[in-house]
């Protein structure tokens, strides 16, 4: 529902206020306002430079990501953000890029080192976008201070460090971890006696796929597509049942890097992050060749097998208290709980934000309100259930009866026999940011209303004064005509009455659109029927329209926003839609009033890039009244808009 053409839109070296502004803007005034809001609202730093390297636009991120004010750095050459050493480099990839100029998208974006103002260097991710411009091509450059990231993957690195040491005191299993793709990052010491590769000709260059037998593999993946309708090959067959949460264990042929073939017992399980994301796979396989030759084989390697567990089990418990240390330092609050939602762990996190010690909640239920203590049960009983559970919202109160907004994620926690054993919860303290969305929606609200204020005010004057000046011109026109002696003349007086009155009913529509007086002196449902009237008399295109339970006195941010998104809707369909039949339905109850608005026309991709600014704009509108906004669609079925509002009457 509308786009920004990019060759309609060019930065100057400059800048008024705190805003971005423009040598050229073609773009709608309104458009233009909302594009500077959305840049000075990213939290990424936003640098444009044209193809000098010049720096053309600087938003708010920028400034507070490399310590500059915004005048400090308009018409300064890009290279002031880099570091010295880089500046060669950096000029030599500039005119590669030009010469090239292509979008890179975040994940796949470029990580360098930017200098803040005070001199000091920190690692960015950037991600570069091109558009052209009438005054030539420029770039866009998205700059990202990932420090926090950095420390965060170092402490991966060497928590890794730490899991392999402990993967390296098993000889006589091959314990295996891969990532997601297959690719192997864990060979332990028992792999390398039990299949013949070291840890260097395996680690980052090969999939298990190198010492299965692929006949199996195949019928594996046989198996699954007869059994469960799973069409899926290579190493995808090995780790199936291990993605969908079970603990898969089976007897494979390995072959080793001499040619032998052993049978093993393998099991493999899933391994998640902190917050239960599915980052890979652990496999743990024992050589079970003889079992086939003696049924005490058999005996003895499932004991073997079940002292490693036993071993590790061991291990673990005595890493206990390095693990609390670490969750100590984590920033979120970090809760476990065993299978009776009873708490077994409460980090110092917790203890800040809740106001209670580990001491006084270690063993008991969650110290909450018995509404929020409801909401935190069903988490964690759909953790324990095997469910992972990722940034729920959650409202609470401390200690001292503060009220606090939590993002909160759960997963549930297994022992050392892959059962279920407890939950584990970590809760993000997002009460200032809720503050911040509220203020955000209540400047968002008075935009708004200040505009439609505005636009009213100058529909006012457009039919009060312009149109009755017009009206009285083409009275005297007529009346000039009328008494005039020349036929020539009277002729042109009669025309040019006619085009004052045409010039008349233009301005009358413009100001209806502006503003349409019947939204304030009869209401909403008469100002949304005089719409969709309007609409089929203009395109002979029938529109049924209904009312059900609508009050008059709706408050006006209310009335105007479900009107806007009405009238944006029916323009969307009179361009794009070639509807036969179009209905336009509104009804209220005690407490949401809901707008229907649905054509049998073409319909339209949702994620394409003409859906999104229009799209955009209405929900904001509605979110701003505090509802939301459903849009469904798909080629060839028509569309659906659908919006429900709280019921606010306007106060006498």
């Known amino acids: 529902m509308g786009e920004i053409k990019p060759k309609a839109f060019a930065a100057e070296a400059g800048a008024t206020g705190s805003g971005v502004s423009h040598q050229q803007v073609r773009l709608p005034e309104q458009s233009q306002r909302f594009l500077t809001t959305l840049l000075e609202a990213s939290s990424q730093g936003i640098v444009s430079v044209d193809r000098s390297g010049i720096i053309t636009l600087v938003n708010l991120g920028a400034e507070k990501i490399f310590g500059y004010e915004r005048a400090e750095l308009l018409g300064k050459h890009m290279e002031i953000l880099l570091p010295e050493r880089l500046r060669q480099i950096h000029s030599a990839h500039q005119q590669s890029y030009f010469m090239a100029p292509h979008n890179r998208q975040m994940g796949f974006g470029s990580e360098l080192s930017g200098r803040r103002k005070d001199g000091t260097e920190f690692p960015a991710e950037i991600t570069l976008s091109h558009i052209a411009t009438d005054q030539g091509p420029a770039v866009t450059v998205f700059v990202s201070d990932i420090t926090a990231r950095k420390a965060a993957q170092a402490a991966a690195i060497q928590a890794s460090d730490h899991f392999t040491a402990l993967l390296q005191a098993s000889s006589r299993v091959a314990i295996i971890a891969t990532g997601m793709d297959g690719t192997i990052h864990v060979f332990n010491t028992g792999a390398e006696n039990m299949l013949g590769y070291s840890a ?114 061991q291990v673990l418990r005595q890493t206990d208290e390095a693990l609390q240390a670490i969750l100590d330092a984590a920033p979120l609050a970090v809760v476990t709980f065993d299978r009776r939602a009873r708490i077994a762990s409460w980090n110092r996190a917790a203890e800040r934000l809740f106001g209670y010690s580990s001491q006084e909640v270690l063993g008991r239920g969650f110290p909450l309100r018995t509404e929020h203590r409801r909401a935190l049960r069903h988490l964690i009983r759909l953790s324990l259930a095997g469910d992972s559970i990722i940034a729920r919202s959650w ?16 997963a549930p926690l297994h022992d050392e026999f892959g059962k279920i054993s407890g939950a584990i919860v970590l809760i993000e303290d997002v009460t200032a940011r809720k503050a911040l969305e509220k203020e955000h929606l209540l400047l968002g609200a008075a935009l708004v209303s200040t505009r439609e204020d505005e636009a009213r005010r100058i529909a006012a004057e457009l039919h009060d004064d312009i149109t009755q000046r017009l009206a009285l011109l083409s009275m005297d026109l007529g009346k000039a005509a009328a008494i005039s002696n020349v036929a020539g003349d009277a002729i042109l007086m009669k025309s040019l009455q006619r085009s004052v009155l045409e010039i008349a009913e233009g301005i009358r529509r413009i100001s209806h659109r502006l503003h349409p007086a019947i939204l304030d002196d009869l209401g909403l449902v008469d100002a949304i029927q005089d719409l969709c009237g309007e609409f089929e008399r203009r395109l002979g295109v029938p529109v049924r329209f209904s009312a059900e339970g609508v009050p008059q006195r709706l408050r006006k941010d209310v009335a105007s926003s479900l009107y806007r998104v009405t009238q944006e809707s029916l323009q969307n369909i009179a361009k794009h839609a070639r509807a036969a039949n179009i209905t336009v339905g509104m009804a209220a109850d005690a407490k949401t009033l809901e707008l229907r608005i649905e054509d049998s ?36 079925l028509g569309t659906s808009v659908i919006v429900k509002v709280p019921l606010q009457l306007e106060e006498l």
């Open 200 to 313: 260097s000709e395996i680690i980052g260059k090969q999939t298990p796929l190198v010492f299965h037998v692929a006949s199996e593999v195949e019928a594996r993946s046989r198996q699954l597509l007869e059994q469960d309708g799973v069409n899926v090959s290579g190493f995808h067959a090995l780790v199936e049942a291990a993605r969908k949460g079970s603990y898969d264990e089976r007897e494979w042929t390995y072959v080793c890097k001499d040619g032998r073939r052993l049978t093993v017992n393998l099991a493999i399980t899933a391994v998640h992050d902190q917050k239960g994301s599915l980052t890979g796979f652990l496999g743990m396989a024992s050589d079970v060749s003889e079992r086939k030759a003696a049924e005490a084989a058999v005996v003895a390697s499932i004991t073997e097998q079940r002292r490693l567990q036993l071993r590790m089990a």
């Open 395 to 410: 409202q609470a109160e401390t200690r001292e009866g503060l009220s606090i907004y939590g993002s909160v994620s759960a």
């Open 601 to 636: 026309g073409t319909g339209f991709e949702m994620d394409s890039p003409s859906s999104g600014l229009g799209l955009h704009s209405m929900r904001e509108r509605i979110r701003f009244v505090n509802g939301e906004l459903k849009i469904a669609s798909q080629l060839g």
